[in-house]
């Protein structure tokens, strides 16, 4: 009898199949074919391949349908699959393997961009994911392995299909480049994140680089993953010769840098795309000998958005959530709610993380709206245009599992407490869909007003938690702020839990800070000071306004002096102009002194030589006193104190001073986070110091305050000024951002879309008008791929830039791109492949274009596609990300050459 997969894996070497689409080429699959149809047209060929992985010892092997999904075979997709299992099953009977060798349900991407980026929705994907392992786990699969995934959306929705449509395992491998970094941004720590919160039984790495790239990524696997870690390679990386794709790594080299990976703790390995029997004959008899180590992961508190993690506790410095998307007193945010401006809501967000908040807190709990919907709405808004990791604030139970549902990460949640008919909603969700959730120290008893009851709440939900699956690390703990107006000693108690949550429970705690201030003047130094005495007894999480300068303050002085602020980066980035406040008045002061001086047309030279100071005197506080001589150029009584008096009786355009100065005045008084005009007055986005409001919403990706900032600049503005001027240099302060990796493809996209609207704006205003184009490009991806969410992205870019795209689709044969490309005079192609069993298409398409369109250039791209390989195949750009094909054809238009 068979052993149960999860019995052995992590105890015992297991060892994966290699590659697929190479074997079948040799054995006969044409360019284009799609290899699941095999399954009904040549099943002795795809046995032959089974069997010759077992043979070669393989434990794990995949069937057939890595492309299998009802987007490619709407008709026979259950025919399909149920071959595929069955061909299986019955190769590891042929090889005699029935008693160690396990199916796996081979799962691999749509081919799709999930929304906002793409037009599939998650509940689509899961949906279609979802079909495809019913129909597996039917038919005798014994575990399900997706694979290939290159965007944390998808590989979300892949789990979510596979856990919520069988029982049996889960393994999941991702792809990453060399940077470590998969299409969207996700990192090997966010993914562990992420997909252990889902419950995956093992994760890894496969494709797209060879056994020496991955060696880096596996490191970081293995030092946060608790579960297995799964590593398949390809053979190397690839190049063309005589017209066939290979490897550039022999079976011996690649068995001896499967030996070093096996060292770092991987727990099964295999191969990827170019990967033969010989490959994995050679990796077994390298591996098997080596001591098998058990994950390695250390106990931490992680949370995630899909792009970014945040460590809670223990060694990480304190975490800043930011609290301004939340209604509780707040009269603007609240009607921004009732009136559905999600812009406004963004912008609160954004507004925060620039001030320098680590999470943001999401709480849209109002009576006059739906929450369940609006709650999902506002999360998916958020984490398309930004990476911090978001806190789902709700107490309804339906709002916080449609969030968590569809948050592309490892969420904190706010909350729980000690009651057990609280826990019993939200425990389940924190286990089926991960995170790390906050517990109030309370429970049906109410709010103790001693530390030793609330940390017997504390020890009491912890060990509730444990009964559903969550582990410790998953908890942190509220100790409860309440108001020392109301109770003197409540300061003490909360900071004493804080204390004890630290060092007798060893776990992580938070507090909403400003609850401690309720009914005082002067809250905000009641809340500073509290804030640094909670942080000195061991808070790890402050739930605070993040733009109130006070409280940063205090907090970056507390980890530049605390060690934890390495070189002081943060606290020298944040405060390296920093002006004592009296230094702040006096400069602001001197500002609007010369305005008013600039107004009259007197110069301070001027002044000073008739012997008048400019500062030092007082005078009329109500207004200039501007004598007989004011409305000429008469005897003006400019004295210092007259001049002060100008400038107070100048209006409220005059001193705003604070953090949170706005109105038409604010910019040459303001000193505060660096946003101005705009913050808080409704009107959408703020403006970052030095740039127009059409810039910044482009930069943030807000499609609707773009097209309005258009709308407003065109008042005074020429269009082609607003497209050379503001549209264009902020896609390139995006795209930089992209090709330096400090912007992901969520937010590339998004200023994208923003750009989009801005031109929609523009050209409706140019209507009649010529608009001129930089050129025409053709974008397709080649014969036998269906894989076009490279080809859209470069395509979505390339019109923002300027260019005309005619888009051929997927699939599209050599001889179409070329006749196209004579039809149209175009002189530039870009072509894109996927999988490589499809590169030898664009090879035929590339000598078919430079044979009859010898002035035509190509660029190409996709996974499989590197720059030597780019070079053998005759392409005249290697396009390894978007950008680099809008540079490329930017330099042609530039030359004349387009």
Not at 425 to 452: Q, R
């Amino acid at each position: 009898m068979r052993k149960n997969i999860m019995d052995r894996i992590g105890r015992e070497w297991l060892f994966f199949d290699g590659g697929t689409g190479s074997i079948l080429q040799e054995k006969g699959l044409q360019p284009g074919e799609l290899p699941e149809t095999w399954n009904l047209l040549h099943p002795d060929r795809i046995l032959d391949l089974h069997r010759g992985y077992l043979e070669a010892g393989a434990d794990i092997y995949n069937t057939n349908t890595f492309g299998a999904n009802r987007l490619k075979f709407p008709e026979n997709l259950d025919e399909i699959v149920t071959a595929a299992v069955k061909l299986a099953k019955e190769a590891r009977t042929q090889a005699g393997r029935d008693e160690d060798a396990y199916v796996a349900l081979d799962i691999g991407p749509t081919g799709k961009l999930l929304a906002p980026m793409g037009d599939l929705s998650f509940d689509d994907a899961v949906d279609i994911f979802g079909e495809v392992v019913r129909i597996g786990a039917r038919e005798g699969a014994d575990l399900v392995l997706i694979e290939t995934m290159n965007d944390s959306y998808e590989a979300k929705a892949a789990v979510l299909a596979a856990k919520e449509n069988c029982d049996l395992p889960v393994f999941i491998t991702c792809v990453f480049d060399g940077s470590g970094k998969m299409l969207t941004g996700g990192t090997p720590e966010s993914m562990v994140a992420m997909l252990e919160g889902l419950g995956v039984d093992a994760l890894g790495v496969n494709c797209s680089l060879g056994p020496a790239q991955m060696i880096p990524i596996v490191e970081r696997l293995v030092k946060a993953a608790h579960v297995p870690v799964l590593v398949n390679p390809n053979a190397g990386l690839p190049k063309s010769v005589d017209g066939r794709t290979v490897y550039d790594v022999d079976p011996e080299a690649f068995a001896g840098y499967m030996k070093q990976i096996a060292a770092l703790g991987a727990a099964a390995v295999g191969g990827c795309c170019g990967t033969t029997p010989d490959y994995i004959r050679a990796e077994i008899a390298a591996v098997r000998p080596l001591p098998l180590l058990p994950p390695q992961g250390r106990e931490q508190t992680v949370i995630a958005s899909f792009s970014r993690t945040v460590e809670i506790g223990r060694a990480a410095r304190p975490v800043i959530i930011g609290e301004r998307i939340n209604p509780t007193g707040k009269k603007r945010f609240k009607q921004a709610l009732v009136d559905h401006d999600i812009d406004y809501i963004v912008d609160q967000g954004l507004q925060q993380e620039d001030a320098g908040a680590d999470v943001l807190d999401v709480n849209v709990g109002t009576p006059e709206i739906n929450e369940v919907e609006l709650l999902d709405e506002v999360v998916c808004r958020l984490q398309s245009v930004l990476a911090l990791p978001l806190q789902i604030d709700t107490s309804n139970p339906e709002a916080m599992e449609r969030a968590l549902r569809h948050y592309n990460g490892k969420a904190l949640i706010n909350s729980v407490n000690g009651k057990q008919e609280v826990m019993a909603e939200v425990f389940p969700l924190v286990k089926k869909y991960g995170g790390v959730v906050v517990a109030l120290a309370l429970d049906e008893g109410g709010i103790p007003d001693n530390a030793d009851d609330r940390i017997r709440i504390a020890e009491k939900i912890y060990a509730t938690a444990a009964e559903y699956g969550i582990r410790r690390e998953d908890i942190v703990i509220d100790g409860l702020c309440m108001t020392v107006s109301s109770d003197p000693h409540s300061a003490l108690v909360t900071l004493e839990t804080i204390r004890r949550i630290r060092d007798e429970l060893g776990g992580s705690s938070i507090l909403g800070v400003s609850n401690i201030s309720f009914g005082l003047p002067a809250r905000e130094l009641i809340n500073a000071y509290f804030f640094e005495m909670a942080l000195q007894n061991g808070l790890s999480c402050a739930i605070i306004n993040p733009n109130n300068k006070a409280m940063m303050q205090a907090y970056r002085a507390f980890c530049a002096l605390t060690n934890q602020d390495e070189n002081f980066q943060n606290f020298i980035t944040a405060y390296a102009g920093y002006k004592s406040p009296d230094k702040q008045v006096s400069d602001a002061l001197t500002a609007y002194k010369t305005r008013v001086l600039n107004a009259l047309g007197v110069s301070a030279g001027d002044l000073q030589a008739t012997g008048r100071p400019l500062g030092g005197a007082t005078g009329n506080a109500g207004g200039a006193s501007l004598g007989p001589g004011a409305a000429g150029t008469g005897a003006t009584d400019l004295s210092a104190g007259n001049v002060s008096g100008a400038v107070a009786g100048a209006g409220a355009a005059g001193a705003g001073f604070g953090a949170g100065a706005t109105g038409a005045g604010a910019n040459a008084g303001s000193f505060g986070s660096g946003r101005a005009a705009g913050a808080d007055d409704g009107r959408g986005p703020g403006v970052l110091a030095g740039k127009s409001r059409l810039v910044e919403a482009i930069e943030r990706g807000m499609a609707k305050p773009a097209a309005e900032a258009t709308r407003e600049a065109l008042l005074t503005r020429n269009a082609l000024d607003i497209i050379n001027q503001d549209l264009v240099p902020a896609l390139d302060v995006v795209g930089q951002g992209f090709e330096k990796g400090t912007v992901f493809l969520p937010q590339l996209l998004m200023a994208a879309e923003a750009a989009k609207a801005a031109f929609a704006v523009v050209k409706e205003s140019m209507a009649g008008s010529a608009q001129e184009s930089k050129g025409r490009v053709i974008l397709a991806t080649v014969k036998g791929d269906i894989h076009d969410i490279g080809k859209n992205i470069v395509k979505v870019l390339l019109e923002n830039y300027g260019y005309d795209v005619i888009d051929l689709g997927k699939d599209v044969p050599p001889e179409t791109i070329v006749e196209t490309a004579l039809r149209e005079n175009i002189r530039l192609v870009g072509l894109s492949a996927l999988m490589t069993t499809t590169v030898v298409n664009m090879e035929e398409t590339i000598r078919q274009l430079h044979e009859q369109k010898p002035d035509c250039r190509i660029v190409v791209g996709g996974a499989v596609m590197t720059q030597d390989y780019a070079d053998k195949i005759g392409a005249d750009c290697y396009g390894r990300d978007a950008m680099t094909t809008v540079r490329y054809a930017d330099e042609l238009a530039e030359r004349g050459e387009l």
